[in-house]
């Protein structure tokens, strides 16, 4: 399968994944994660020839005009994150089967989950900055419609739209800072992009490009003063608080920079925004876990943290803190996924995740422990496990510097302290001890729900003996896609006792020591908690509030809620856009324009026609007739169209005409029959005189004005003599709209369709409505 | 409404209506017609029917709701513009084969089944506007 299949396959999978859910019922967990499983194979496949320094790139035309094609490149970078969310997106599927098994709206949940596998699949492979930007966009919605999978809670809802509008408005940043490099570049793919780094870095538009892609990046990574939005989306189940809010998504911000590193990265203020981001959000997120005692916002703060560890390293940007964020991405992505997994099994057999109600799980859940002990001595960072090796790595990055050494090598000793600490509130402290009653038993859950969490850790545990099992396929190569160079680099579990070695026992003991006074800490910091939650999310808060009160302003000004002032506005604003426009900027018509001569009776006796009835239809005392001589003004223009000589559009006119009657006499039977109750005022109806004539002659105006140029025939022209050749049709108009500008008629028929089942929706809802009160 | 007269001339014009747009539709391409005037005719045989005989009988005489009306029409406009995109040419790319019937021949294409998706939503969205209406 070639990439853009590959790709698209996955949204192929998520329209189908409803009857899938339906037809395999408690298998359908298993069935959706056959195709991501075979697509890790597939990409894994592609690996020796990565390794070898080569790049796949393989794309499809979507809209070559405008430069956009549905592009796809494999390289280090991109299969690796393709590989992670490919491999934990099929754990998920499984895990979810049994988590949320029985819950009436799985179809529609395994729907959402699965488009945004294929989402977050393309967003990494994608080579084209637009095609990159729909991707990124995807993943934002489908996200916000995951957070808010439970929508019936007022909490949900709220979370999901925080999200949404955190994460979109950096999208719209990514677009904008996307444009911005094709104009710089002259192209809009990646791979041609990254080539010119020198070319982008010496640009005037340097800076705007820079911020703008830091603004998206910092967005979706939940970077400080951003985070506030990560801990709020635990209000998604938790198979998706493990996939996308730690896992994946949120990675693609780090995605993102780490792909624009070599056109971006080197510069000073590349490397003191990045990293001095990085770090804040680093220390804070950590500080922040430990304040909690939700296991799952324990689990989203040190996500923050870590997130925050990863943009700090390729704010450095050197080859050693590279290669850190490489291996600390993959680990990361295994034992955080692992844990938040069994924070939810945790949730599941026992009824709570409240770290002070649990303990003693260890006799009960065998398995479980297992896998928390396994994850947890990652996340700690000890050896012989994966973890250890990327935290020497990250001491040995920044102890490496030859500026701030000092400072990021505290900051990270700290932060990681703090993680040890949280380690063993989330690892170690539910599952020893005397167990206390919980709301449900602890039992082991299903094997669909143990599958995951203990896979991920063997993993953790496997590549951490074996590291070069993933550093010559994954590490080395996407080093160097985020460097531009080649890398050189072999991992090993055992350095010798060297400074990174002295600082991890130092992390280490004081990690233990925290976890021992975590009580007191904890303590502290809930006092401490006003200073805490100050900034971000207030002013998030503030600004929503903002914007409803502008909105409730301006609606108790402009809207009165009567249909009579709202055709007023508008058609005197129509008036007086047009007639201004004319005025303003010259193009009132002469009276060349004007030449009468040439019509007939015919044509004299329809216009006298739709004058009468236009006067009848004003002077009416009843509806129906007022509507009835309204149809008649369509009838004379459609008859006006036959001579001509434009048949589809008279017939077009005549049908609109009489169903528009049928419809608006249906409505006007429904209305209540009263005599007019309130009679117009003469102002009132002087007033609407004086609008209708301007808009009357405004109109006059335009097309006179119009009628004065010559009419560009090229186009019209070209249809004519290719609607045959061309279209195999004779009508032209018909050849038009299901040819020519096919698309467009799509477009019409959309619009069509949502207009149809709004009215019939708005009627519905009436209707039982109704129904209601008649039951009372 | 109970009209022996309008139940009576419906039960005949409904049949000629209903042929008529067919016949629009498949015109449309070389002559006045095609999918939105077929549609509207066809949705115009289909109100007729409902003020004769209500709207309960329409909706057993229409067989499919509204709704998948809509839907099925949106999905075949957009189905027909597929087999270009499978082709490597832009998608709704028209693509055309000729019949031979007898002495005749015709030429058959993506851009009729088009027409046809559009006939389908024409149909559909007045239709559920009028009948949901009527309904009230």
């Given amino acids: 399968m070639t990439l853009p299949a590959a790709v698209l396959s996955v949204f192929a999978l998520a329209v189908a994944a409803p009857w899938l859910s339906r037809l395999a019922r408690g298998a359908a967990g298993w069935v959706l994660a056959i195709l991501p499983t075979l697509l890790v194979v597939q990409l894994a496949l592609l690996l020796p020839r990565i390794a070898a320094g080569e790049t796949i790139r393989q794309s499809w035309s979507w809209a070559p005009t405008l430069g956009v094609e549905l592009s796809f490149v494999a390289d280090g970078l991109s299969v690796t994150f393709s590989l992670l969310i490919l491999g934990i997106g099929a754990l998920v599927l499984i895990y979810a089967g049994g988590y949320l098994a029985g819950h009436p709206q799985l179809p529609r949940f395994y729907l959402v989950l699965v488009a945004f596998m294929g989402a977050m699949v393309g967003l990494v492979l994608a080579d084209n900055v637009v095609t990159l930007f729909v991707f990124w966009e995807l993943t934002s919605i489908t996200s916000y419609l995951l957070i808010g999978f439970d929508h019936d809670k007022v909490g949900s809802r709220k979370a999901a739209l925080q999200a949404l509008l955190v994460t979109g408005v950096g999208g719209l940043a990514l677009l904008a800072a996307g444009l911005l490099l094709g104009g710089v570049t002259g192209s809009l793919e990646l791979s041609q992009i990254l080539l010119q780094g020198d070319v982008v870095r010496s640009h005037a538009l340097y800076v705007p490009i820079l911020l703008m892609v830091l603004a998206a990046a910092f967005t979706k990574s939940a970077q400080f003063p951003f985070h506030f939005w990560l801990p709020n989306a635990m209000q998604a189940p938790t198979p998706v608080s493990a996939y996308l809010h730690s896992a994946t998504m949120v990675k693609a911000g780090v995605y993102l920079l780490a792909r624009v590193s070599p056109v971006l990265a080197g510069t000073e203020l590349w490397t003191t925004l990045v990293a001095t981001t990085g770090a804040v959000t680093m220390v804070l997120g950590a500080v922040l876990a430990l304040r909690q005692t939700d296991l799952k916002l324990v689990l989203a703060y040190s996500t923050v943290m870590a997130l925050g560890t990863l943009v700090l390293l390729l704010g450095l940007g050197i080859e050693q803190a590279v290669t850190a964020a490489v291996v600390f991405l993959i680990v990361h992505s295994l034992y955080k996924g692992a844990l938040f997994l069994i924070v939810g099994v945790i ?208 609606t108790r000004l402009l809207q009165s809620g009567k249909l009579r002032y709202y055709l007023r506005t508008i058609f005197a604003f129509a008036a007086a856009l047009l007639l201004g426009t004319l005025v303003w900027r010259g193009g009132w018509p002469g009276v060349d324009g004007l030449v009468i001569g040439g019509e007939g009776a015919y044509e004299w006796t329809l216009a006298g026609l739709m004058v009468l009835s236009t006067i009848s239809a004003s002077r009416a005392t009843s509806r129906l007739a007022a509507i009835t001589s309204l149809g008649v003004v369509g009838y004379s223009l459609a008859l006006l169209f036959v001579q001509y000589g434009a048949p589809d559009l008279a017939m077009t006119q005549f049908l609109v005409e009489t169903l528009v009657v049928i419809i608006v006499a249906l409505v006007l039977i429904k209305l209540p029959h009263f005599p007019q109750r309130d009679p117009m005022p003469r102002r009132a109806q002087a007033v609407n005189l004086a609008i209708a004539l301007a808009v009357g002659a405004a109109m006059t105006a335009l097309m006179l004005a119009v009628l004065a140029y010559p009419i560009p025939t090229h186009v019209s022209e070209y249809f004519a003599s290719e609607a045959y050749p061309l279209g195999h049709g004779r009508n032209i108009v018909n050849v038009i709209l299901v040819d020519f500008r096919a698309l467009d008629t799509w477009g019409e028929i959309m619009v069509l369709a949502i207009a149809g089942l709004g009215v019939a929706a708005l009627v519905k809802l009436r209707l039982s409505a109704r129904a209601r009160e008649i039951e009372r | 409404m109970n009209s022996l007269v309008l139940q009576t001339a419906t039960r005949f014009l409904i049949t000629l209506l209903l042929l008529f747009s067919v016949f629009l539709l498949f015109r449309g391409h070389n002559y006045p017609g095609g999918g939105f005037i077929g549609g509207l005719i066809g949705a115009g045989a289909f109100a007729l029917y409902a003020i004769a005989f209500g709207v309960r009988p329409t909706r057993r005489a229409l067989r499919l709701s509204p709704r998948t009306l809509i839907a099925a029409g949106l999905g075949i406009a957009v189905a027909s513009g597929l087999p270009a995109v499978l082709f490597g040419l832009p998608f709704l790319t028209g693509a055309w084969t000729e019949v031979h019937l007898g002495r005749h021949s015709m030429h058959i294409g993506t851009p009729l089944i088009f027409d046809v998706g559009v006939y389908l939503v024409v149909i559909g969205v007045t239709l559920s506007i009028t009948l949901s209406l009527e309904e009230e």
Avoid at chain 1, 407 to 435: D, S
Avoid at chain 1, 455 to 462: A, I, P, R, S
Avoid at chain 1, 516 to 525: E, N, P, R, T, Y
Wanted: charged share 10%; proline share 8%; net charge positive.
């Fill in chain 1, 347 to 554: 949730d599941y057999a026992t009824g709570t995740r409240n770290v002070t109600r649990l303990a003693g799980l260890g006799r009960a859940m065998p398995l479980t422990t297992a896998a928390a002990v396994l994850a947890g001595l990652s996340m700690a960072g000890l050896p012989p496990l994966l973890g250890f090796i990327s935290k020497e790595l990250i001491y040995e990055a920044t102890f490496g510097l030859e500026r701030g050494a000092l400072i990021f090598t505290t900051a990270a000793v700290l932060a990681n302290a703090m993680i040890v600490a949280v380690t063993g509130l989330v690892a170690v402290r539910p599952f020893v001890g005397r167990p206390v009653p919980t709301p449900r038993p602890p039992r082991e859950p299903a094997p669909s729900m143990l599958i995951g969490p203990l896979l991920l850790g063997v993993l953790g545990l496997l590549f951490g003996i074996l590291p070069a099992l993933v550093s010559p396929w994954l590490v080395v190569p996407a080093a160097a896609s985020v460097l531009g160079r080649p890398v050189e680099l072999a991992l090993t579990l055992w350095h010798g006792v060297n400074a990174a070695l002295v600082l991890s026992a130092v992390t280490v003991t004081l990690g233990f020591a925290g976890y021992l006074a975590w009580s007191h800490l904890h303590g502290a910091l809930a006092r401490a908690d006003r200073l805490l939650t100050w900034g971000p999310a207030g002013w998030y808060e503030r600004s929503l509030d903002g914007v409803i009160a502008l909105a409730e302003v301006q």
